[in-house]
């Protein structure tokens, strides 16, 4: 770099470093049409603009708006406060919204700036707000391809489709698992997925915040062959132990290299747990279903006790997790 161009980077640094933050421009990524940022919104509501304030002493300008209906979230209070944006804070300008006008808003989600405590933010880092127009939700509600897309929509099927949204997220990655070696990895904002050894290989679980439940433990099948959660080495063997476990007189009826689970943070909970009613029932099975699912493909392996009438286990698996979820409000 020549002196010209050092004494350039400088002054561009002092600029950014010094300069008032009004003056640099908020950089985000479109997050997407409304339905797919509301699932990482906190709250969403319905509400009517009642007044516009401009901003004082360095304070961005705001707007207060009469709760009519809260979509999801905490219940949320009568009246509240959006603040806008000094030029940086990636969020929307308040003073779009007319005095009098209807809206859905996806308030404080990603991409803004943190309100002013214990206020509101809306992000401009994606179509965080609709227009309610005489009973029509308006605006990009569903479109990936066009960001100022124009769609209409009844607000009584708009909320169905806000409730029926399927907000998830995934995860997925390949590992290997030593024979006697618990294997551990965290997913999504509290959850852990492990491998357990036991004495021919592992209890596959996943666990939330609490720790000691096990939230796949209600995968099935519950009897008769082994559960898709116990990967062990026999399972690849025959009866005897004598080869590989293939059709035949000798088969063995267990899981192969493909392992599906299910998962949810209500099991031990509202879904057997102290708080739950009644055993569980397809109903809550499908809601836990719902919620998580997962798949682990064994890849490879090496098995050990292969003498016959033994029962074999692994010495290490290589595999690759697959695990798809229902996503959380961030905050």
């Known amino acids: 770099m020549n002196a010209q161009g050092r004494i350039m980077l400088c002054l561009g640094l002092v600029f950014y470093f010094f300069c008032p933050a ?18 990482s919104a906190p709250l969403v509501v319905r509400g009517k603009i009642r007044s516009h304030a401009e901003g004082k002493k360095g304070t961005p300008p705001s707007v207060e708006v009469d709760v009519l209906e809260t979509l999801k979230g905490t219940e949320a209070k009568p009246s509240l406060r959006i603040w806008g944006d000094t030029g940086n804070l990636c969020r929307a300008d308040p003073r779009q919204f007319p005095v009098g006008s209807e809206w859905l808003l996806a308030l404080d989600g990603p991409g803004s700036k943190p309100a002013m405590t214990p206020d509101h933010a809306l992000s401009l880092c994606g179509q965080f707000w609709l227009e309610v127009r005489e009973g ?34 995934s995860f997925a ?51 008769s062959v082994p559960n898709p959660r116990e990967i062990e080495g026999w399972h690849f063997r025959n009866a005897d132990n004598t080869g590989p476990n293939e059709p035949g007189d000798k088969n063995v009826n267990a899981p192969g290299a493909i392992r599906t689970f299910i998962f949810s943070p209500e099991v031990g909970q ?24 997962g798949t682990l493909t064994i890849l490879d392996y090496r098995l050990k006790d292969l003498e016959p009438g033994k029962q074999a286990g692994f010495e290490w698996m290589r595999f690759k997790l697959e695990i798809s979820w229902r996503q959380a409000a961030r905050p």
């Open 270 to 293: 509202t879904i057997d747990g102290p708080a739950a009613r009644s055993k569980p029932d397809e109903k809550d099975m499908e809601r836990i279903r719902q919620f998580g699912q």
């Open 136 to 169: 029509q939700v308006v605006g990009n509600i569903d479109s990936e391809q066009k960001s100022s897309a124009a769609q209409e929509t009844p607000l009584a099927r708009f909320r169905e489709r806000l409730k029926d949204y399927s907000c998830r997220e």
């Open 22 to 39: 009004a003056l640099r421009a908020c950089e985000c990524a479109w997050g997407g049409p409304f339905l797919k940022v509301a699932c």
């Open 173 to 223: 990655f390949t590992a290997e698992a030593s024979a006697g070696k618990p294997f551990l990895r965290y997913f999504g904002a509290h959850f852990a997925f492990q491998l357990k050894p036991v004495p021919q290989g592992w209890l596959l679980s996943v666990t939330d915040q609490r720790g000691t439940e096990d939230i796949s433990r209600l995968t099935p099948p519950f009897h």
